[in-house]
């Protein structure tokens, strides 16, 4: 049973920054989406099993951090220079290390449960 827990949603100011938390039962192909109110799941950053290789959406290049720590089996994101419109759901997902990275949310076969990230103008 693989299982992925997301912390550290919140609220905070425009400009401002947070980094999410996702621990996972083992080792995996990761990644971050995220879903805002009346829109599709869309991807945020991707990283190999290794951490190796990273992945980002436009939308969050310069600006968001994808890493890992398969020692404590935790997987970060690191948003810095939030904007209102980064507000929305945000889920860790895994998929097995032999498949590769991927952008799309239907590869991904485990989910976390999601954390609330609010930005204020």
């Known amino acids: 049973q693989v299982q992925l827990v997301e912390s550290g949603g919140g609220w905070v100011q425009a400009g401002g920054s947070l980094r999410l938390s996702c621990a996972v039962s083992?080792?995996?192909?990761m990644a971050w989406f995220r879903q805002a109110p009346g829109k599709e799941r869309e991807f945020v950053a991707a990283?190999?099993?290794?951490?190796?290789?990273?992945y980002y959406a436009d939308s969050g290049k310069g600006r968001v951090t994808i890493s890992r720590d398969n020692t404590k089996n935790t997987l970060y994101l690191q948003m810095n220079s939030l904007k209102p419109e980064d507000t929305a759901i945000y889920y860790c997902?895994?998929?097995?290390?032999?498949?590769?990275?991927?952008?799309?949310?239907?590869?991904?076969?485990?989910w976390g449960q999601g954390t609330q990230v609010t930005v204020s103008p």
């Open positions: 997902a895994a998929k097995g290390i032999m498949t590769g990275t991927s952008t799309l949310s239907r590869d991904y076969p485990y």
């Open positions: 083992g080792l995996y192909t």
């Open positions: 990283i190999s099993w290794s951490g190796g290789s990273t």
